[in-house]
């Protein structure tokens, strides 16, 4: 199947980057939907192409109803779609993938996102913008304070919706939604949605069509996944040692706390390594240099919080590698997601300790994936399984309170 056949204007599929040569599963199947002016409940794999799943019928929508527009003499500028992210990464991301093809067209778009001045992107707003990617909080604040005209918003974008769910986002949706007219298409699309969050998005959609391209929560088969049972005191020290035994072109490595990040990304980087950190206390601009040198492959590792998780797609990524699980099992899925993408193989390597075991668990039961612990021998495991015999007795506990009240006393 090619573009042509999604009934796709030729000018929009002239407009697709080179190598895009046919479209994804995802693509297929939600493009005439949502042509169809339908709602839709999307679910697929990350890197599977969701973003021109949704973008190009908007963007085709978007053109046809210029001339509407243009007859009822309003201003063709105004919004016409918005699509809303969870993350300014995402907005960025799904920004850079549609702006080249609209710009074709004759359309643009904007960007509002937190970590960047509003003034500049309303100016940017006010001198034309029919599709705006958007971050929830940037974009309530506006709409609060009348910044944007919505009279003409036709369609609506929720991706990552698990992800606008689980952030705590959905008080802002559903008063953004509120702001919006109420006769729209609403297109959600996420790679993983727990029943109960499916339940609450589903209630903002009109007779949708529910299009699911792959199991829910499941991950690609090209990505190779090797998991390796060490200590957690030889986590880092293992990593340096897999990093100096494998010469790979550039690795991605995620780490759950902001401080372990930049500290760990030092260690690299004194120990010979081309790595940076990168998580959300970085300023804006650091975190695009970061993001761009990454991209353009003049830094190798990357040391990365989950706002990166699924705010990154570099092209031919070869390896994952989770430093420490995540608590969150779905958030799993979106790391490794990171490699892999788009009909690629890729490797996801996960470094786990005794105290992984829950986090292990959950994602083994959300990915119905084995996931067998292997061993490094260069990193012997002499750490125990917490168990209750491990538990320190009675009286011990007592002198560490005896202790502990000590210190309060040398304390006042």
Known sequence: MTFSDLNLSSDLITALPAQIKKPTDIQRLAIPVALNNQDILALARTGSGKTLAFGLPILQGITLNLSKVEQHKTDPNKVQAIIVVP??????QVSESLQPIAQSLGLDVVTLCGGVAATSQLNKLASGGQLVVATPGRLLDLLNQQLIDTN?????VLDE???????????????????????????LFSATLAP??????????????????HQANSVVDTVDEQLYLVNKGSKAKAL???LQQNDWPQVLVFISSRDSADSFAKKLVKAGFNAAALHGDKDHNERQQTLANFHAKNLKILVATDVLARGIDIASLPVVI???????APVYVHRIGRTARAGKSGLAISLVCHGDTTALEAIRKLTTREL???????????????????????????ANRRTAKKRDNWGK
């Open 87 to 92: 993350t300014r990464e995402l907005a960025l």
């Open 152 to 156: 003409l918003v036709q369609y609506l």
């Open 161 to 187: 919706v698990d992800r606008l769910l689980d952030m705590g986002f959905w008080p802002d949706i559903e008063r953004i939604i509120s702001l919006l007219p109420s006769k729209r298409q609403t297109l």
């Open 196 to 213: 109960k969050l499916e339940a609450l998005a589903l209630a903002q959609l009109n007779a949708p069509q529910r299009i699911v391209v």
């Open 240 to 242: 340096q040692w897999l």
């Open 322 to 328: 989770n430093l420490d699980l995540p608590a969150n």
């Open 372 to 398: 067998p612990l292997a061993s490094l021998d260069e990193f012997p495991v002499t750490d125990q399984p917490a168990n209750a015999n491990s538990k320190r007795p009675p009286r011990d506990k007592k």
